[in-house]
């Protein structure tokens, strides 16, 4: 195995921020006397918005103002980031160690650009990365392999020459489909079956993905 190029998640995996966010949809839920449980919410970790929310108007049907909801969860997103939002352990750690060893680096997340740009705004992370791939840039989110297809073509690097780092199930599975190795950093959801199967490797932190390199 020679890994040439390493793909990075985004929420939960360089940011905490997954418990932000589920706070932010629960409560816009909670506002229109809605249960949003904690199972329901860990389906959408690593999905896009817009898929989110299609599940949330078949789940609720005509009792969900989807217009309302998108307006209190998204102010209450706003107003919780403000506070700032902290990087996850680790990820200083390994991205100086792939500079160091002059190995490709891509951002694939089912966040929307300027999220992206939000959360990297007092660092100078995000001009590092060789390739970003948002929301805005494929059709199919994860756990549909495009996004992670798409980093790996304008990387010119083989899927199977790259690792992906995920911190949910969809995420991996997207990952893994596209061809990838795919090392898994938990953060909300614990392994699925199937991911636990084919994972290269489940660990606590991203400092741990070094040895996996």
Same mark, same amino acid.
């Given at each position: 195995?020679?890994?040439?190029?390493?793909?990075?998640?985004?929420?939960?995996?360089i940011?905490?921020?997954?418990?932000?966010?589920?706070? &932010?949809?629960?409560?816009?839920?909670?506002?229109?006397?809605?249960?949003?449980?904690?199972?329901?919410?860990?389906?959408?970790?690593?999905v896009?918005?817009?898929?989110?929310?299609?599940?949330? =108007?078949?789940?609720?049907?005509e009792?969900?103002?989807?217009?309302?909801?998108?307006?209190?969860?998204?102010?209450?997103?706003?107003?919780?980031?403000?506070k700032?939002?902290?990087?996850?352990?680790?990820?200083? =750690?390994?991205?100086?160690?792939?500079k160091?060893q002059?190995?490709?680096?891509?951002?694939?997340?089912?966040?929307?650009?300027?999220?992206?740009?939000?959360?990297?705004?007092?660092?100078?992370?995000?001009?590092?990365?060789? =390739?970003?791939?948002?929301?805005?840039?494929?059709t199919?989110?994860?756990?549909?392999?495009? +996004?992670?297809?798409?980093? &790996?073509?304008?990387?010119?690097?083989?899927?199977?020459? +790259?690792?992906?780092l995920?911190?949910?199930?969809?995420?991996?599975?997207?990952?893994?489909?596209?061809? +990838?190795?795919?090392?898994? !950093?938990?953060?909300?959801?614990?392994?699925?079956?199937? =991911?636990?199967?084919?994972?290269?490797? !489940?660990?606590?932190?991203?400092?741990?993905?070094?040895?996996?390199?």
């Amino acid at each position: 195995m020679n890994i040439k190029a390493v793909l990075f998640d985004m929420d939960g995996l360089i940011f905490d921020t997954e418990g932000l966010y589920k706070t &932010c949809w629960q409560y816009a839920a909670d506002e229109q006397e809605l249960l949003l449980s904690d199972d329901d919410y860990q389906s959408f970790i690593g999905v896009q918005d817009a898929e989110c929310e299609r599940r949330l =108007v078949n789940q609720f049907g005509e009792m969900l103002d989807l217009a309302r909801f998108r307006q209190v969860r998204d102010a209450m997103v706003v107003a919780e980031r403000e506070k700032g939002v902290a990087y996850k352990p680790g990820f200083d =750690v390994i991205f100086a160690f792939l500079k160091q060893q002059n190995l490709k680096c891509a951002l694939v997340t089912s966040s929307a650009l300027a999220q992206v740009k939000h959360h990297f705004a007092d660092s100078g992370y995000l001009a590092q990365f060789d =390739v970003v791939i948002t929301s805005e840039n494929v059709t199919n989110g994860k756990p549909a392999p495009d +996004c992670y297809l798409m980093a &790996c073509e304008q990387l010119d690097i083989a899927p199977a020459d +790259c690792l992906v780092l995920e911190d949910s199930n969809n995420g991996m599975r997207a990952g893994l489909d596209a061809g +990838c190795h795919a090392v898994m !950093i938990p953060d909300l959801l614990s392994p699925a079956a199937d =991911v636990a199967e084919r994972a290269m490797a !489940i660990v606590t932190s991203l400092s741990d993905v070094k040895a996996y390199l």
